[in-house]
C-alpha cells in the first residue's frame, strides 16, 4: 500500500464523508471478526472501514484503491462462513450496510433492492404484501453477501432453485470502478449471455454487487410436520426413499441428530422421544394442499420406521421444534464447550445414510485433536446438506485451536470427496480452494485466476480469497 494510514482516511472522507470513515481500533475489529473460534490478531485488521452511499461512492473508492495499489475487502453483515470479508492484507474494509434501498414493484412483478438489505427486512416487507423471498439464511444476512455465494440457505435447491435463477438483474461496480446493469426489467430473463450469472457466485473477486433484482413469489400455504426416529441414518433412509417414491417435496427438509435433539429438547422443556429429529414445511396453493402434503409425509415417514410422527399444529410447540433445529450451533454453547466449528458435507444422495452414519461418529476413536471435541449434528437434510459442530473449550491456546480448525478443514474436504459433495451452503472461497482445485481440476482454477485477472488486474478486490488465504 503506497499510502499512509492518516492519508488513505482523511482522502475516504472526502469521498464518503466523515462520519463513514473508521480507523478506531474497535470498529476494525468489528469488521474483521469472523466465526472462527479464535479472535482475530492484528494482523486481520483493517487500516479503515468505509460506508459508502451508492455505486458511485464505491466507484470512487475502488478506482482510488486501484491509483494507490490498496487493497478493499467487501463486507455485508458479518454472517460469512467461509471468511471471505476477512481482510487478509489490510487496506480498506467497504460495508454495503448503507446500501439499503428497497422498492417492491408489483406492476412488473419484481422487488429491486441494495446489496445491504437483510433478510429480515425483506422477508417483513414482501410478507405485507403476500410474497415470499426464496432466499432463507439468517434474518441478519445481506441479500448481497447471498446472492454473491448463490445460496439459498434452507430452502430445497429443485424447489425454488438457487438464487441464479430468480435474479433478473444486477448493479456492479468493477474492481476498477466502472458501474455496469445486467440482465432485465421485464419477467423474462436473457437468453444468451448474461453477465449477472459471471458476478452471481463469484464470491465478491469479480465485483462489487450493489443492487439485486429479483421476481416476485407469491406466498405459499404451509404445513409444519415433525419425525422421530431412533437413530439418525433412518432419517438419511427415509429421505432418499421419500425421493424415490416422488412424493410432494418439502420447501424445508431440516434434521436434528441424537445428541443435539437431547439438549434441545432440554433448553425448549420438550417432552419429545428420545433419538433423532426430523422436521418439515410443506407447501400448497392453499392450505388443504399444503396440509394434504404434511400428512402424506407424516404417513410416509411412519411407514418406514418413525418413532412417532405428526402434523404440529400448537403454535408454541411448532416454534420450540423449529427452535431446536435453529439453535444446534449453540448447543455446545450449553455444555461450557465454546469455541465451535461448523463443516458442510453434501452427499450424493444414495450415499446420505453411509455419510450421516459417518458424522454420527466421526470423533470416535481419533487421536487427534478432533478426536477430543464433541460433534453435534444437524442439517438440511430435504436438501442433501449435513452440517457437523465441533466443540471445543476456548481455554485451549490459540495455537491449538488453529491446529484444530486446520484438522477440521481437511476432514471436511475427505468427506466432500469421499461423497460426491459440494460447498452447497457456504460456497468455495477462501478456505475451500484445494477443494475446487481437486474437483474440478486445475484448468477450472486457473480459469477462475484469468477471469480475475481480467476484470481486477491490479488484485484490488478482496485480495487472497481465490487464492485460498484465511
Known amino acids: 500500500m503506497d499510502i499512509s494510514t492518516e492519508k488513505l482516511a482523511e482522502d475516504m472522507k472526502k469521498i464518503v464523508g466523515e462520519e463513514y470513515v473508521f480507523t478506531d481500533v474497535f470498529e476494525r475489529v468489528v469488521y474483521a471478526d469472523t466465526a472462527l473460534p479464535y479472535d482475530v490478531g492484528k494482523e486481520d485488521l483493517p487500516d479503515v472501514v468505509v460506508?459508502?452511499?451508492?455505486?458511485?461512492?464505491?466507484?470512487?473508492?475502488?478506482?482510488?484503491?486501484?491509483?494507490?495499489?490498496?487493497?478493499?475487502?467487501?463486507?455485508?453483515?458479518?454472517?460469512?462462513?467461509?471468511f471471505g470479508t476477512k481482510p487478509k492484507h489490510g487496506?480498506?474494509?467497504l460495508s454495503t450496510?448503507?446500501?439499503?434501498?428497497?422498492?417492491?414493484?408489483?406492476?412488473?412483478?419484481?422487488?429491486?433492492?441494495?446489496?445491504?438489505?437483510k433478510h429480515g427486512r425483506l422477508i417483513k416487507e414482501l410478507g405485507k404484501l403476500g410474497y415470499f423471498f426464496p432466499i432463507q439464511t439468517q434474518a441478519g444476512s445481506s441479500i448481497g453477501g447471498s446472492v454473491s455465494v448463490n445460496t439459498l440457505g434452507h430452502l430445497t435447491d429443485n424447489v425454488f432453485a438457487r438464487p441464479v435463477a430468480n435474479i433478473l438483474g444486477l448493479e456492479v461496480v468493477l474492481p476498477t470502478g466502472e458501474i455496469i446493469e445486467t440482465g432485465s426489467k421485464c419477467l423474462r430473463r436473457p437468453a444468451g449471455l448474461d453477465l449477472g450469472r459471471i458476478f452471481i457466485g463469484a464470491e465478491g473477486i469479480l465485483g462489487i454487487i450493489t443492487k439485486v433484482r429479483m421476481i416476485l413469489y407469491p406466498m405459499p400455504e404451509t404445513a409444519d410436520a415433525v419425525a422421530f426416529f431412533k437413530t439418525t441414518e433412518e432419517i438419511g433412509k427415509a429421505i432418499v426413499l421419500m425421493y424415490k417414491n416422488k412424493l410432494p417435496l418439502p420447501m424445508d427438509g431440516e434434521f436434528v441428530g441424537e445428541k443435539a435433539c437431547k439438549?434441545?429438547?432440554?433448553?425448549?422443556?420438550?417432552?419429545?422421544?428420545?433419538?433423532a429429529m426430523a422436521i418439515t414445511r410443506s407447501m400448497g396453493r392453499n392450505k388443504e394442499e399444503a396440509l394434504k402434503n404434511a400428512l402424506t409425509l407424516v404417513e410416509f415417514f411412519?411407514?418406514?420406521?418413525?418413532?412417532?410422527?405428526?402434523?404440529?399444529?400448537?403454535?408454541?410447540?411448532?416454534?420450540?421444534a423449529w427452535a431446536v433445529r435453529e439453535n444446534a450451533m449453540h448447543w455446545g454453547e450449553e455444555k461450557g464447550l465454546k469455541g465451535f466449528l461448523a463443516i458442510e458435507v453434501n452427499p450424493v444422495l444414495p450415499k446420505l445414510p453411509e455419510a450421516i452414519a459417518e458424522l454420527k461418529n466421526i470423533t470416535e476413536g481419533r487421536r487427534d485433536l478432533i478426536g477430543e471435541t464433541e460433534a453435534y449434528l444437524y442439517g438440511h437434510v430435504g436438501s442433501d446438506s449435513l452440517h457437523c459442530l465441533f466443540v471445543f473449550p476456548y481455554d485451549w491456546s490459540i495455537k491449538k485451536m488453529k491446529q484444530a480448525v486446520s484438522e477440521i478443514w481437511k476432514l471436511e474436504k475427505e468427506l466432500q470427496l469421499k461423497y460426491g459433495g459440494v460447498g452447497g451452503?457456504?460456497?468455495?472461497?477462501?478456505?475451500?480452494?484445494?477443494?475446487?482445485?481437486?474437483?474440478?481440476?486445475?484448468?477450472s482454477y486457473e480459469i477462475l485466476k484469468k477471469l480475475k485477472k481480467l476484470f481486477d488486474p491490479n488484485n484490488i478486490l478482496n485480495r487472497g480469497n481465490i487464492e485460498g488465504e484465511v
Open 425 to 443: 451452503d457456504w460456497g468455495w472461497l477462501p478456505y475451500r480452494v484445494p477443494l475446487f482445485r481437486e474437483i474440478y481440476g486445475e484448468v
Open 91 to 93: 487496506g480498506i474494509t
Open 302 to 320: 411412519k411407514s418406514v420406521g418413525a418413532t412417532s410422527s405428526f402434523i404440529l399444529e400448537d403454535k408454541e410447540i411448532r416454534e420450540k
Open 51 to 82: 460506508q459508502p452511499a451508492d455505486a458511485k461512492e464505491i466507484s470512487k473508492i475502488l478506482k482510488y484503491a486501484n491509483e494507490k495499489k490498496v487493497p478493499v475487502t467487501t463486507y455485508g453483515s458479518g454472517t460469512s462462513l467461509i
Open 97 to 117: 450496510e448503507r446500501l439499503n434501498y428497497l422498492k417492491i414493484d408489483e406492476d412488473h412483478q419484481w422487488f429491486e433492492c441494495g446489496a445491504g438489505v
Open 263 to 275: 439438549v434441545g429438547y432440554e433448553a425448549f422443556q420438550l417432552d419429545f422421544p428420545e433419538g
